[in-house]
């Protein structure tokens, strides 16, 4: 280290590398530079999901047979969903952490409710769901916001209370039972084939990627990446924020009429799922902490997820080097990420004519306070400095 | 009792921490949480005395003391980390895998051999969860969310169910009691007192909270904020192996669900924001953190006693948490800026 | 203990400690010292490790097909099994098979009977199996009046914290006597003891390795259970047929053995175990395993599984890729009886009983009026089969209740449970 300082996990890296990106941009095509960023955030996962794809084609040849391949994304669709979701609360800089608990509270609760209305019209109890799946983001946000408590606590305190309510209620477990047209949504398929929650996934996917695109997208983005500076632009940050949230509850309600769809009442619905669309939003390469990622990257992180589950299982990897296989990938995948990216970039930023750290960043709120030879992500050494 | 006199004293020390104003002491979250632990017990006791029980009795305070070893010892540890910013997720594994290393080995083995292995095996992890937060630049979430995965595995790979046994000797450590008080709270509280020592009497312990107070301009004034990350979760691991050890001596077994089934991941987290310590990392202590704990300790005590729901517990302790951490955001604004 | 386990125990050990910390190990080491001479212990006179005697240690030594494989207590099961076991047939919870009775004079209550205080640690509710359990026993609490309060601690699954209650109750000069649920064997033992020599202590589901407990009621056990499921496939499933094993997750000491026999079943039979996967319970998982499971190997003929809770799954994976619904084991569940019945399936469902929660509390009274009762009180473990169907399935009963409960006749059924008339 050629400093001698040390070096910074979390937000410090990403204005360095916002540093170290805008300095790359001087000295190639703003074009180039839109692409880099593009694969600079999204392209190991995508990567890796090619890679899951062709060994999952490997192990089993079966596995694209339209059939099988529509099934492995209905499977895959509410971690998907979930996943868009989550992503939208931590690039504005928070967390969701009650998400798996709105899935778990949200099938107990319909089965209780059919439990007592039997005949309740299906569209009447999707809609609620997804209803109370905004008051709970509502209220995850207010806190959060208005508060000003961190939305880790406040997610996790939502997931001890929404957890701890349901089962209050219902004594422990689910009373009811989920009727068969409430469960089509999960389990049924529209003109025979294709599953309806590979609609209500692409769906959901469009929606958000067309969110990202509008105002509100910018201003999410903006708001993770610097509040204050958000703040002085004019951003009601509180606003976007709190939105976010609501999205995320509604999007884990959502995957609970497909959970419950897909597989009936069950006390542990949304067990894990919390950490697992947390998972594969980072997967995605979204910062966590915000401002940084694409939602497109992130609905690939859960896709990747989903294979490397599915392939573990085809594997017959046993049950408990599973879970092995995923924190190494997880921690692997992340760390590739991180630190690959800015080599590259490093490299890119230093053709001749170009000094680094001659421009200062804009990207960053902070201008960068060293020469480029602290980028944090510089382990081995060998700077330009 | 016998944390109270480590209360007062949380006001200094760290860097970030503004000169304390005429009413900060009471604003101070680790006074607040130590008279928030007081209030319960004292709402607990007229509750259960309406009730015609008697919630101060020995039994029970030995009771709650007892319970809080534990926790207290996990949290005490999570707090080094989240002082500096970071955060482990990986200590319920770290907990089971400990407390079957413990006893598998000293099954075969001394008492001391098993000590010296759980340490290392936890420094070990400590080690490996600071190396991917600092070296491979992994979020601390996802990095420790990780090593979890990959304990978990090696526990179900390597042991199929409670395994191993504690000598005798051993179990002294989680059943004794010197006069009413449990041995094991000796345990907590030197080792939350060394760990006082250390977060506000050394060099170190400011690096500490200079790194997670600012962690730029801590580089910038010459913390290896690399080190000090390192040697926070190893800090943080080796108080979650003492916890594996006190729990190993108290269940005479080791078990693969000892430290899961608790959530003590996220039961520390909680305890340590209930004590007031800022997740963002750089304000808070262990003594707040020792009365985040007890409070949660003497509300399971009195749920106990009245007999609720257990369900309806987690109600309450997520409205706990969530408002005694609002409460602290609220206090926190006041002060100027 | 298996050889992979001892070496990579010996390598963790090899590890040396880093120096720098050598500090709280000095403090924990001081903590130690001042526990070896401290003034007070809680915990049992000999201690667990002299502890040798009990028929749950047996199961350490046996590696052959598990650790948790012990050949007596499976031929013990099965023979078992096979016999009609002594009391009111109507009333399968106050039966017993092969009861050694043991006198419990000592333990009669003085002064007056109709003042009863029992205490109850429980494990948890944290499972439908549980929640049907601790309604049953309460429900059973309510028919006698001479019960005049009933305590009950939950340590929500949490070895550490059912130590603290059983502790608690032991030393509460209220408790006449004490039902202890424990939620793992081994690591309850020490607190069971201590119990023990404070007031009559009465274990059921699990047990602990000790027999200091006036009865220890369970029914016939894990053994009988796979062995049934196993054999029924094996008697309807054409040979060579390929078995899907579907198990809820490794080292539950209960689940084990019914894997183990099972297993033993299958290793004798012509049938081929393609697959031995775990479903965390989770019927999301096991409708992908599966799915995935019918796809990699064209068919699967037979399902076999270790306990109920995701029967319903399983069943609907096959209809979702359009297969037939093969031979299926289920549980006593009431969605599972349902689909069953509605489907017409092949299946079988052996029962580890819920009536067993009504059990502990006859016990108790029994024992606080001296009367005599078995060492170990063994229950029948009745099986669901097609022709006892419809005794079992009863409509308006929520889908996780649990058919095998004995509560049909009690007061507050089927509302207290969650049914509906």
Same mark, same amino acid.
């Given at each position: 280290?050629?400093?001698?300082?040390?070096?910074?996990?979390?937000?410090?890296?990403?204005?360095?590398?916002?540093?170290?990106?805008?300095?790359?941009?001087?000295?190639?095509?703003?074009?180039?530079?839109?692409?880099?960023?593009?694969?600079?955030?999204?392209?190991?996962?995508?990567?890796?999901? %090619?890679?899951?794809?062709?060994?999952?084609?490997?192990?089993?040849?079966?596995?694209?047979?339209?059939?099988?391949? #529509?099934?492995?994304?209905?499977?895959?669709?509410?971690?998907?969903?979930?996943?868009?979701?989550?992503?939208?609360?931590?690039?504005?800089?928070?967390?969701?952490?009650?998400?798996?608990?709105?899935?778990?509270?949200?099938?107990?609760?319909?089965?209780?409710?059919?439990?007592?209305?039997?005949?309740?019209?299906?569209?009447?109890?999707?809609?609620?769901?997804?209803?109370?799946?905004?008051?709970?983001?509502?209220?995850?946000?207010?806190?959060?916001?208005?508060?000003?408590?961190?939305?880790?606590?406040?997610?996790?305190?939502?997931?001890?209370?929404?957890?701890?309510?349901?089962?209050?209620?219902?004594?422990?477990?689910?009373?009811?039972?989920?009727?068969?047209?409430?469960?089509?949504?999960?389990?049924?398929?529209?003109?025979?084939?294709?599953?309806?929650?590979?609609?209500?996934?692409?769906?959901?996917?469009?929606?958000?990627?067309?969110?990202?695109?509008?105002?509100?997208?910018?201003?999410?983005?903006?708001?993770?990446?610097?509040?204050?500076?958000?703040?002085?632009?004019?951003?009601?940050?509180?606003?976007?924020?709190?939105?976010?949230?609501?999205?995320?509850?509604?999007?884990?309600?959502?995957?609970?009429?497909?959970?419950?769809?897909?597989?009936?009442?069950?006390?542990?619905?949304?067990?894990g799922?919390?950490f697992e669309? %947390?998972t594969?939003?980072?997967?995605?390469?979204?910062?966590?902490?915000?401002?940084?990622?694409?939602?497109?990257?992130?609905?690939?992180?859960?896709?990747? #997820?989903?294979?490397l589950f599915?392939?573990l299982n085809?594997q017959g990897v046993s049950g408990a080097l599973e879970s092995t296989v995923q924190g190494v990938i997880v921690i692997a995948a992340v760390g590739?990420?991180?630190?690959?990216?800015?080599?590259?970039?490093?490299?890119?930023?230093?053709?001749?004519?170009?000094?680094?750290?001659?421009?200062?960043?804009?990207?960053?709120?902070?201008?960068?306070?060293?020469?480029?030879?602290?980028?944090?992500?510089?382990?081995?050494?060998?700077?330009?400095? | 009792?016998?944390?109270?006199?480590?209360?007062?004293?949380?006001?200094?020390?760290?860097?970030?921490?503004?000169?304390?104003?005429?009413?900060?002491?009471?604003?101070?979250?680790?006074?607040?949480?130590?008279?928030?632990?007081?209030?319960?017990?004292?709402?607990?006791?007229?509750?259960?005395?309406?009730?015609?029980?008697?919630?101060?009795?020995?039994?029970?305070?030995?009771?709650?003391?007892?319970?809080? @070893?534990?926790?207290?010892?996990v949290?005490?540890g999570?707090?080094?980390?989240?002082?500096?910013?970071?955060?482990d997720l990986s200590v319920a594994y770290l907990i089971s895998l400990g407390t079957l290393v413990a006893a598998t080995t000293m099954e075969d083995g001394?008492?001391?051999t098993g000590v010296l292995a759980v340490l290392a095996l936890s420094a070990a992890v400590g080690l490996a969860n600071g190396l991917i937060v600092?070296?491979l630049?992994v979020?601390a979430f996802i990095a420790t969310l990780g090593t979890a995965f990959i304990l978990r595995g090696w526990i179900e790979e390597n042991y199929t169910g409670p395994a191993g046994k504690v000598?005798?000797?051993?179990?002294?450590?989680?059943?004794?009691?010197?006069?009413?008080?449990?041995?094991?709270?000796?345990?907590?509280?030197?080792?939350?007192?060394?760990?006082?020592?250390?977060?506000?009497?050394?060099?170190?312990?400011?690096?500490?909270?200079?790194?997670?107070?600012?962690?730029?301009?801590?580089?910038?004034?010459?913390?290896?904020?690399?080190?000090?990350?390192?040697?926070?979760h190893v800090?943080c691991s080796l108080c979650v192996g003492a916890a594996a050890l006190?729990l190993a001596?108290?269940l005479?077994a080791g078990a693969p669900w000892a430290g899961t089934e608790a959530r003590y991941d996220?039961?520390?987290?909680?305890?340590?924001?209930?004590?007031?310590?800022?997740?963002?990392?750089?304000?808070?202590? @262990?003594?707040?953190?020792?009365?985040?704990?007890?409070?949660?300790?003497?509300?399971?005590?009195?749920?106990?006693?009245?007999?609720?729901?257990?369900?309806?517990?987690?109600?309450?302790?997520? @409205?706990?948490?969530?408002?005694?951490?609002?409460?602290?955001?609220?206090?926190?604004?006041?002060?100027?800026? | 203990m298996s050889p992979s386990r001892s070496r990579s125990l010996s390598r963790i050990s090899r590890t040396p400690p880093r120096?720098?910390?050598?500090?709280?190990?000095?403090?924990?080491?001081?903590?130690?010292?001042?526990?070896?001479?401290?003034?007070?212990?809680?915990?049992?006179?000999?201690?667990?490790?002299?502890?040798?005697?009990?028929?749950?240690?047996?199961?350490?030594?046996?590696d052959?097909?598990s650790k948790f494989?012990?050949?007596?207590?499976?031929?013990?099961?099965?023979?078992?099994?096979?016999?009609?076991?002594?009391?009111?047939?109507?009333?399968?919870?106050?039966?017993?098979?092969?009861?050694?009775?043991?006198?419990?004079?000592?333990?009669?209550?003085?002064?007056?009977?109709?003042?009863?205080?029992?205490?109850?640690?429980?494990?948890?509710?944290?499972?439908?199996?549980?929640?049907?359990?601790?309604?049953?026993?309460?429900?059973?609490?309510?028919?006698?009046?001479?019960?005049?309060?009933?305590?009950?601690?939950?340590?929500?699954?949490?070895d550490?914290?059912?130590?603290?209650?059983?502790?608690?109750?032991?030393?509460?000069?209220?408790?006449?006597?004490?039902?202890?649920?424990?939620?793992t064997?081994a690591t309850?033992?020490?607190?069971?003891?201590?119990?023990?020599?404070?007031?009559?202590?009465?274990?059921?589901?699990?047990?602990?390795?000790?027999?200091?407990?006036?009865?220890?009621?369970?029914?016939?056990?894990?053994?009988?259970?796979?062995?049934?499921?196993?054999?029924?496939?094996?008697?309807?499933?054409?040979?060579?047929?390929?078995?899907?094993?579907?198990r809820i997750s490794p080292g539950v000491d209960?689940l084990e053995?019914?894997?183990?026999?099972?297993?033993?079943?299958?290793?004798?039979?012509?049938?081929?175990?393609?697959?031995v996967k775990f479903?965390d319970?989770?019927?999301?998982?096991?409708?992908?395993?599966?799915?995935?499971?019918?796809?990699?190997?064209?068919?699967?003929?037979?399902?076999?599984?270790?306990?109920?809770?995701?029967?319903?799954?399983?069943?609907?994976?096959?209809?979702?890729?359009?297969?037939?619904?093969?031979?299926?084991?289920?549980?006593?569940?009431?969605?599972?009886?349902?689909?069953?019945?509605?489907?017409?399936?092949?299946?079988?469902?052996?029962?580890?009983?819920?009536?067993?929660?009504?059990?502990?509390?006859?016990?108790?009274?029994?024992?606080?009026?001296?009367?005599?009762?078995?060492?170990?009180?063994?229950?029948?473990?009745?099986?669901?089969?097609?022709?006892?169907?419809?005794?079992?399935?009863?409509?308006?009963?929520?889908?996780?209740?649990?058919?095998?409960?004995?509560?049909?006749?009690?007061?507050?059924?089927?509302?207290?449970?969650?049914?509906?008339?």
């Amino acid at each position: 280290m050629s400093t001698g300082t040390g070096t910074s996990p979390g937000t410090d890296t990403d204005k360095a590398t916002d540093a170290a990106e805008s300095r790359a941009a001087t000295a190639t095509t703003a074009a180039y530079k839109t692409i880099a960023r593009g694969l600079g955030t999204g392209a190991p996962v995508y990567a890796l999901l %090619i890679v899951l794809l062709v060994a999952l084609a490997a192990t089993d040849p079966g596995f694209y047979e339209p059939d099988r391949f #529509l099934a492995f994304v209905k499977r895959a669709a509410p971690l998907v969903i979930l996943a868009a979701g989550q992503y939208l609360v931590i690039v504005c800089g928070e967390f969701d952490l009650s998400v798996g608990a709105i899935v778990t509270a949200g099938v107990v609760a319909t089965a209780e409710v059919y439990g007592t209305y039997p005949d309740a019209p299906w569209l009447l109890m999707t809609a609620g769901l997804l209803l109370a799946g905004a008051v709970a983001g509502l209220v995850n946000g207010l806190i959060t916001t208005r508060l000003r408590v961190p939305s880790f606590i406040t997610t996790l305190g939502m997931m001890l209370i929404l957890e701890g309510a349901v089962f209050y209620w219902t004594g422990g477990s689910p009373q009811g039972q989920l009727p068969q047209d409430f469960r089509q949504v999960g389990r049924g398929t529209a003109m025979g084939w294709l599953p309806w929650a590979v609609l209500a996934c692409l769906a959901a996917g469009v929606l958000v990627v067309l969110l990202m695109r509008s105002d509100f997208g910018r201003t999410l983005i903006a708001t993770g990446d610097s509040q204050r500076a958000a703040h002085l632009a004019g951003v009601r940050v509180h606003r976007a924020r709190v939105l976010a949230f609501v999205f995320s509850g509604v999007a884990a309600a959502l995957a609970a009429v497909l959970v419950g769809g897909f597989s009936g009442v069950s006390a542990q619905a949304g067990r894990g799922y919390e950490f697992e669309a %947390i998972t594969a939003v980072v997967l995605g390469g979204v910062a966590l902490g915000g401002g940084r990622g694409s939602v497109v990257a992130a609905m690939a992180g859960a896709f990747s #997820l989903q294979a490397l589950f599915t392939w573990l299982n085809l594997q017959g990897v046993s049950g408990a080097l599973e879970s092995t296989v995923q924190g190494v990938i997880v921690i692997a995948a992340v760390g590739i990420g991180a630190a690959d990216f800015s080599r590259l970039r490093r490299r890119r930023a230093r053709p001749p004519g170009a000094p680094p750290g001659s421009t200062p960043g804009i990207a960053s709120g902070t201008p960068p306070a060293t020469p480029s030879g602290t980028s944090p992500a510089t382990p081995s050494g060998g700077t330009p400095s | 009792m016998t944390g109270t006199a480590l209360a007062p004293k949380a006001d200094r020390a760290p860097a970030k921490t503004r000169a304390p104003r005429g009413r900060s002491r009471l604003a101070d979250p680790a006074v607040g949480v130590w008279l928030a632990a007081a209030a319960v017990t004292g709402i607990g006791w007229i509750v259960v005395a309406a009730r015609g029980g008697d919630f101060l009795t020995l039994t029970n305070v030995v009771g709650i003391l007892q319970n809080s @070893v534990a926790l207290g010892l996990v949290a005490v540890g999570q707090t080094a980390v989240i002082l500096t910013g970071s955060l482990d997720l990986s200590v319920a594994y770290l907990i089971s895998l400990g407390t079957l290393v413990a006893a598998t080995t000293m099954e075969d083995g001394s008492v001391v051999t098993g000590v010296l292995a759980v340490l290392a095996l936890s420094a070990a992890v400590g080690l490996a969860n600071g190396l991917i937060v600092t070296g491979l630049k992994v979020n601390a979430f996802i990095a420790t969310l990780g090593t979890a995965f990959i304990l978990r595995g090696w526990i179900e790979e390597n042991y199929t169910g409670p395994a191993g046994k504690v000598p005798a000797s051993f179990q002294h450590l989680g059943y004794d009691r010197m006069g009413p008080i449990p041995v094991s709270l000796f345990l907590l509280l030197a080792v939350a007192a060394a760990l006082w020592v250390v977060t506000r009497r050394t060099r170190f312990g400011h690096h500490l909270y200079a790194t997670g107070g600012d962690e730029h301009a801590a580089r910038l004034s010459g913390v290896r904020t690399r080190r000090t990350v390192i040697a926070a979760h190893v800090l943080c691991s080796l108080c979650v192996g003492a916890a594996a050890l006190f729990l190993a001596s108290r269940l005479g077994a080791g078990a693969p669900w000892a430290g899961t089934e608790a959530r003590y991941d996220l039961e520390s987290i909680a305890a340590v924001v209930l004590g007031g310590t800022v997740l963002a990392g750089g304000r808070g202590g @262990v003594a707040g953190t020792l009365g985040g704990v007890l409070v949660l300790a003497v509300l399971d005590s009195v749920f106990n006693q009245l007999g609720v729901d257990p369900f309806f517990k987690n109600v309450v302790r997520g @409205v706990v948490i969530i408002a005694a951490v609002a409460l602290y955001a609220r206090r926190g604004a006041r002060r100027p800026a | 203990m298996s050889p992979s386990r001892s070496r990579s125990l010996s390598r963790i050990s090899r590890t040396p400690p880093r120096t720098r910390r050598a500090a709280p190990a000095a403090v924990l080491a001081t903590t130690l010292l001042a526990a070896l001479a401290a003034c007070s212990s809680d915990a049992p006179a000999d201690g667990p490790a002299a502890s040798g005697q009990s028929a749950e240690q047996k199961n350490d030594g046996g590696d052959k097909p598990s650790k948790f494989f012990d050949r007596t207590e499976y031929d013990r099961q099965l023979k078992l099994g096979e016999q009609t076991p002594q009391g009111p047939a109507a009333k399968p919870w106050e039966q017993m098979l092969q009861p050694a009775m043991a006198d419990t004079a000592q333990y009669r209550k003085k002064g007056s009977a109709d003042d009863v205080h029992l205490c109850f640690s429980n494990a948890g509710v944290f499972n439908p199996w549980r929640q049907v359990g601790l309604k049953t026993m309460k429900a059973e609490v309510e028919l006698h009046d001479e019960i005049d309060d009933f305590t009950v601690l939950d340590a929500q699954g949490k070895d550490d914290k059912q130590i603290s209650d059983i502790q608690e109750l032991a030393g509460n000069k209220e408790c006449d006597a004490l039902i202890v649920s424990p939620n793992t064997t081994a690591t309850l033992t020490p607190a069971v003891k201590e119990a023990c020599g404070k007031l009559p202590v009465i274990v059921f589901d699990r047990g602990v390795q000790t027999d200091c407990a006036v009865t220890f009621i369970n029914p016939i056990g894990g053994y009988g259970y796979g062995a049934v499921a196993a054999d029924f496939l094996v008697d309807e499933v054409k040979p060579k047929g390929k078995i899907l094993a579907l198990r809820i997750s490794p080292g539950v000491d209960v689940l084990e053995t019914r894997w183990s026999a099972a297993k033993l079943a299958f290793d004798k039979s012509e049938l081929d175990v393609v697959d031995v996967k775990f479903t965390d319970g989770d019927p999301a998982k096991t409708k992908s395993i599966v799915s995935d499971s019918i796809s990699r190997h064209g068919s699967v003929d037979g399902v076999w599984m270790d306990s109920g809770a995701t029967a319903v799954a399983a069943v609907e994976a096959f209809e979702d890729s359009g297969a037939d619904v093969p031979p299926i084991t289920g549980e006593d569940q009431q969605d599972f009886l349902q689909a069953w019945k509605d489907k017409k399936l092949t299946a079988i469902a052996p029962t580890y009983p819920t009536f067993q929660w009504r059990t502990p509390v006859i016990a108790a009274l029994r024992v606080l009026k001296g009367e005599q009762v078995p060492k170990e009180w063994k229950l029948p473990q009745p099986t669901v089969t097609e022709a006892n169907l419809d005794d079992y399935l009863q409509d308006g009963m929520p889908p996780l209740h649990y058919a095998m409960c004995g509560c049909q006749k009690m007061p507050g059924f089927p509302g207290d449970w969650g049914g509906k008339k």
